[in-house]
């Protein structure tokens, strides 16, 4: 092995940078990988996730972006892209049955492919079968794919029902940058990640972090939206509101992404002046064993009391009297260990503290709010958060 020469280096037949040399350097301003070498293929995110486009024939409309493709850890990178819209022609649709359409991007070289050395985006079909499977990028060493569409017998035209156009280019970034996905479910695709190397999911804007072996949450406070809701209504944002009714359950709130949770609940009514209590849930069951060990100091400005349980069924959770606000720092809930709580509430010219160690060590995936006499309403709102990176 040697060293390969940097940018602008001339002078004799030794020192000039060669093609090699060039790409070589190209790959060490991108995201790497854990193969020595190794870059990230890809398209460079620039606010566009959807690139390809059906047309009134058939053909493919392929926005404008900036890319870079890899051959192989030790060819370096190849910087390119598509400076405009462009429509690349596919063939007719099948007579019978379906196919998969490739939409790729190919940095072809005259050295090593022979033809010439110019870019080719391109459109490469699969066997038309009543479950097609994708063609094959093999025949275009260090191609990237841009798009694939499911191609339907007797279609006209790639915008019409009978052609489905998934988008599925990857991205890449700078090396340091956050790398962009559609989902988590794409994210988890990349296998060969470094430690520390940060990702954007576009469907949510929530950042992540490898761990070394898991992507994790990764920043600010971010909105767990719960599998579903007893006795109350998830909104578009992932907020739970409720509305006289004694008991509002919360499933699949808790979850191993997060290290820790913080619960939001607001009560805005309640129909008589009681405490409202807590529960910690599995599998869409409260536990009601007597392992809810807590201490509650209540304020009412005037008068200062202390109460505390070290072997009851449910924890008190707020001050009762009408409106209430109380915030809950929760850890522990999703794994085999005890789970601790802090609590605070405000109430009219009121406010309590409330500690709690719940020493079932049980993973929880929900909880319960429950009023024991009369109804209330409000609103619940879960977010997630992992410990500094």
């Not at 060819?75 to 390119?80: E, F, I, K, M, S």
Request: hydrophobic share 40%; charged share 10%; with cysteine.
């Amino acid at each position: 092995m040697t060293a390969f020469k940097g940018h602008g280096t001339y002078g004799n037949s030794v020192g000039v940078e060669t093609p090699l040399d060039f790409k070589l350097n190209n790959a060490a301003v991108l995201v790497k990988t854990t193969t020595a070498l190794g870059v990230r293929p890809g398209v460079f995110y620039a606010g566009n996730a959807s690139l390809v486009s059906g047309t009134a024939g058939m053909a493919y409309s392929v926005a404008a972006y900036q890319c870079a493709t890899q051959r192989s850890a030790s060819a370096g990178a190849v910087l390119g892209g598509n400076d405009g819209a462009l429509s690349v022609a596919t063939t007719a649709a099948p007579g019978s049955n379906s196919r998969i359409d490739i939409i790729y991007h190919w940095h072809r070289e005259y050295s090593l492919d022979g033809v010439d050395s110019n870019p080719v985006i391109g459109v490469i079909q699969g066997t038309a079968a009543a479950v097609p499977t994708a063609p094959s990028l093999a025949a275009f060493p260090g191609a990237i794919e841009i798009g694939r569409a499911t191609v339907s017998a007797g279609a006209t035209a790639t915008n019409g029902g009978g052609v489905v156009i998934t988008q599925t280019a990857p991205f890449t970034s700078v090396d340091g940058g956050k790398v962009a996905f559609r989902s988590t479910t794409e994210m988890n695709l990349w296998t060969t990640v470094l430690t520390d190397q940060r990702a954007l999911d576009l469907s949510t804007m929530r950042e992540y972090r490898w761990s070394g072996s898991a992507w994790r949450s990764f920043g600010a406070l971010a909105v767990v939206v719960p599998t579903s809701v007893v006795g109350g209504t998830i909104q578009p944002g992932g907020s739970v509101t409720f509305t006289g009714v004694a008991t509002v359950s919360l499933n699949g709130c808790f979850t191993t992404e997060f290290d820790n949770y913080e619960i939001i609940y607001d009560v805005t009514a309640r129909s008589a002046a009681v405490d409202a209590t807590m529960r910690l849930r599995a599998a869409g069951a409260d536990n009601s064993a007597a392992s809810y060990s807590y201490v509650r100091g209540f304020d009412a400005g005037t008068s200062r009391t202390v109460s505390s349980s070290g072997t009851a069924t449910s924890s008190l959770c707020d001050i009762g009297g009408g409106r209430s606000l109380t915030k809950l720092l929760v850890s522990g809930a999703p794994s085999a260990a005890p789970t601790k709580m802090i609590m605070t509430a405000t109430g009219t010219s009121t406010s309590a503290a409330i500690s709690l160690d719940h020493g079932v060590s049980s993973p929880f995936d929900g909880i319960t709010f429950t009023v024991p006499s009369g109804t209330f309403a409000g609103t619940i709102t879960v977010y997630g958060y992992n410990k500094a990176a």
